[in-house]
């Protein structure tokens, strides 16, 4: 065999243990995370449930949001927070309101408040899935992964949501949606 032969040879199975030692990090990883996800959201009082089948925690939340006007109301809001260990990274996300119900030929209006929100308040990421449903999301980098942080990220949700129902949309849209049902991904 030459030796040019021999060092491909050599820089695949190299490659192929670094792909393996990867994969044993992220498996690795997920079994420690999970627990203390479960642990965190179960100090901070939320329900949830595991999703074997998208290794997803589901934690639905539901808001009664006043909306405002002369009469004062209140409406109720429902949303599913996911909450995924993805190897080094923790996602967090939801969505807000699917692409059809943004109202029409108010988009760049909307996009303009949602960017204008999210530099106003460091904690909030407004953003858009690929089938341009707007929602929100943050991810916390898995060595990082401590109570104070998960809160921090986890609680800044319900008060993203309040901001887009009482502030961001009614800029846009003056009339009351239907309820809002779909998953973001």
């Given at each position: 065999m ?22 044993l ?8 995370v ?5 642990m ?9 449930q595991?999703?074997?089948?998208h ?7 539901k808001?009664?949001?006043?909306t ?10 429902k ?10 990274w ?15 030929g108010?988009?760049?209006e909307l ?10 308040y ?26 104070d ?28 949606l239907?309820?809002?049902?779909f998953l973001?991904t």
């Open positions: 030459k030796m040019e032969e021999e060092e491909v040879i050599n820089e695949k199975k190299i490659e192929q243990l670094e792909e393996l030692d990867s994969d990090r992220k498996g690795y990883q997920n079994l420690l999970k627990p203390r996800i479960a965190y959201l179960r100090a901070l009082g939320f329900k949830f595991w999703s074997d089948e290794d997803t925690f589901l934690i639905p939340i808001m009664g949001i006043k405002g006007g002369e009469a004062e109301e209140e409406q109720e809001y949303h599913l927070i996911l909450i995924q260990p993805k190897g080094l923790v996602s967090m996300r939801l969505g807000l309101l699917a692409k059809n119900q943004i109202p029409p108010k988009e760049e996009w303009e408040s949602l960017l204008k929100a999210n530099a106003k460091p904690e909030f990421s407004f953003s858009a899935n690929e089938e341009g449903d707007i929602g929100y999301n943050q991810d916390i980098f898995t060595p990082a992964l401590n109570f942080v998960f809160m921090e990220e986890l609680l800044s949700i319900p008060r993203a949501i309040e901001k887009f129902w009482t502030e961001i949309l009614p800029e846009v849209k003056k009339e009351k239907e309820e809002v049902s973001y």
